[in-house]
DNA sequence: AACAAAGTTTAGCCTTGGCAACAATTTGAA
DNA sequence: TTCAAATTGTTGCCAAGGCTAAACTTTGTT
């Protein structure tokens, strides 16, 4: 594979490398597909650490989508070893979702505080977080923390 | 051990309003939905624009996907009325495809070039966008193109 | 003109994450 | 203890986007 990025073809027509590109979207489909599980863990943690216990209805209510989708979710989560639940006791994390849980959140804050720190309001910080946590690269990150610290 | 307490308040705490939430969440939904179509439309314009017309092997290559699943995604954006084609030739945009295309490509501009001012290195910073674009309020767009400025 | 290569479309199949409707279990109040 | 309400689980449906394989059309070369 020689020179993916920028050749003279490419330059002349405007058009980056086609395989650069392909793992640029590749990339964003990986991070859809991760999504939902760190959504999910990240917001059992939230309530099982303010309210003692994770529910389905719990989760039902702050996804805005019915138990039925959250029931299905959380038996794939509990497949890929996220999950650890009884049937019709409430939902706990593994070490593994513990894990995650705890990277997704400091993640999240790091997206929140940044936008606030570039002044965004509350609300639309809260908001845009939500959906931007999971396409932010580690190297994104890190200058999202610095900008915090020389903002503070 | 659900909820014993007298105050909703009290056992919430730390959390935020779940309809809030659940609005946040909804957000990121119909941001998903959208952005198959906001980057098919992007392409198309710019394979247009370089090279004279835009076809399914090209998308595919460049999206990494097989050329079934492009196929499969003009239909949709041909019902939805974002692509004109006829069968066996290439694609076209719509008057609304087009104008589509149009916002997504300044949009995507804005936010490769806000992560470009952070500091943050050219291929990151496409990698990034590719994503993050999707889930940018226009509020946060703004305080973007006030940074881009400020740092020119 | 004939034929091979390239490109496009179609047909099945899969997984994820939506929903409603119904079944089963647990919980709380009589 | 009993029984209704709340909660959880199951079933069957759907759309979006992935894939491979095969059929079809266009294009280019001989
Ligand atoms: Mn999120
Ligand atoms: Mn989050
Ligand atoms: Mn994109
Ligand atoms: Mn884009």
């Given at each position: 594979?020689?020179d993916?990025?920028?050749?003279?073809?490419?330059?002349?027509?405007?058009?980056?490398?086609?395989?650069?590109?392909?793992?640029?979207?590749?990339?964003?489909?990986?991070?859809?597909?991760?999504?939902?599980?760190?959504?999910?863990?990240?917001?059992?943690?939230?309530?099982?650490?303010a309210?003692?216990?994770?529910?389905?209805?719990?989760?039902?209510?702050?996804?805005?989508?019915?138990?039925?989708?959250?029931?299905?979710?959380?038996?794939?989560?509990?497949?890929?070893?996220?999950v650890?639940?009884?049937?019709?006791?409430?939902?706990?994390?593994?070490?593994?979702?513990?894990?995650?849980?705890?990277?997704?959140?400091?993640?999240?804050?790091?997206?929140?505080?940044?936008?606030?720190?570039?002044?965004?309001?509350?609300?639309?910080?809260?908001?845009?977080?939500?959906?931007?946590?999971?396409?932010?690269?580690?190297?994104?990150?890190?200058?999202?923390?610095?900008?915090?610290?020389?903002?503070?």
């Amino acid at each position: 594979m020689a020179d993916e990025g920028f050749s003279d073809k490419n330059l002349t027509e405007g058009l980056v490398d086609p395989g650069q590109q392909a793992r640029w979207f590749n990339r964003v489909r990986e991070a859809h597909q991760a999504e939902t599980a760190e959504d999910y863990v990240e917001l059992i943690a939230d309530l099982i650490e303010a309210q003692g216990e994770a529910r389905v209805v719990d989760l039902a209510n702050r996804f805005g989508v019915s138990h039925a989708t959250v029931n299905k979710v959380i038996v794939r989560l509990n497949r890929e070893g996220l999950v650890s639940n009884q049937p019709y006791r409430s939902l706990f994390l593994t070490e593994t979702g513990k894990d995650l849980a705890r990277r997704c959140k400091e993640r999240h804050r790091v997206v929140l505080d940044f936008l606030l720190a570039l002044g965004i309001s509350p609300a639309t910080a809260e908001a845009d977080a939500e959906g931007v946590e999971h396409h932010v690269s580690e190297e994104t990150l890190t200058a999202f923390r610095n900008f915090i610290a020389r903002n503070r």
